[in-house]
């Protein structure tokens, strides 16, 4: 084969190979790596919420907290028994989240505007090491000015029937009223951001419009 022969040789693979990757990878051409993952994880359905918190339509059991905050503060006390029938807002703390002031005063807001459709809320801190961690929930509630009673219990509720708090809940809102949950939200720890928060309150405007019905 003379030199004439084999440069059109070369150029035809050239031009099958410019063929080939055409087809490939479409119009747009040639995307860099961070480019394809990045269109690659929004073409994957999105990660199933987290499940955290009794079923809809089961009974919250009594159960007894340390009350850290609140009129109640160093006694034992069971909200749920005190508030017995009323729409109530939970909300169970395994893991203190930087942005949970702010969901606790969004409910303390609420609260406060509905007091007449019996309205009340309580916050438990699920820890067994207590003597730490408590001094946390005071400061954030002075700080802040949190008004919802925050209380402490050791990690057995966590496991009972009538909360069931995933591990990875960091936080976990409980809605109910006649004792029997009516909503749960659930929210991993960096997760409660402003989204967050109105998801909450609408679930608790829910709660005292089906309590209103």
Same mark, same amino acid.
């Given at each position: 084969m003379n030199l004439t022969a084999r440069c059109c040789s070369l150029r035809a693979l050239v031009v099958s190979a410019v063929c080939l990757l055409a087809v490939c990878v479409g119009p747009a051409g040639l995307l860099p790596v961070e480019a394809r993952a990045a269109d690659a994880a929004q073409k994957m359905p999105d990660a199933k919420p987290l499940q955290s918190g009794p079923e809809v339509g089961a009974t919250i059991h009594s159960f007894f907290v340390r009350a850290v905050t609140g009129p109640h503060r160093n006694r034992s006390v069971c909200y749920v028994c005190r508030y017995g029938s009323r729409p109530v807002v939970a909300v169970f703390i395994q893991d203190v989240d930087p942005e949970l002031p702010k969901l606790l005063k969004a409910i303390d807001g609420y609260v406060d505007e509905? *007091?007449?459709?019996?309205?009340?809320? #309580?916050?438990?801190?699920?820890? !067994? %090491?207590? &003597?730490? $961690?408590?001094?946390?929930? /005071?400061?954030?509630?002075?700080?802040?000015?949190?008004?919802?009673?925050?209380?402490?219990?050791?990690?057995?509720?966590?496991?009972?029937?009538?909360?069931?708090?995933?591990?990875?809940?960091?936080?976990?809102?409980?809605?109910?009223?006649?004792? *029997?949950?009516?909503?749960?939200?659930? #929210?991993?720890?960096?997760?409660? !951001? %402003?989204? &967050?928060? $109105?998801?909450?309150?609408? /679930?608790?405007?829910?709660?005292?419009?089906?309590?209103?019905?």
């Open positions: 509905n *007091r007449v459709s019996g309205l009340r809320s #309580f916050g438990v801190l699920v820890t !067994d %090491d207590s &003597a730490s $961690v408590v001094p946390i929930l /005071q400061t954030m509630a002075f700080d802040e000015r949190i008004r919802m009673p925050l209380t402490a219990s050791t990690t057995t509720i966590a496991g009972q029937d009538s909360l069931r708090l995933h591990e990875k809940a960091a936080t976990t809102v409980v809605l109910y009223r006649d004792q *029997r949950a009516v909503s749960t939200l659930a #929210f991993a720890k960096g997760k409660i !951001d %402003d989204a &967050a928060v $109105v998801q909450t309150l609408r /679930q608790v405007q829910s709660l005292i419009d089906s309590d209103q019905r």
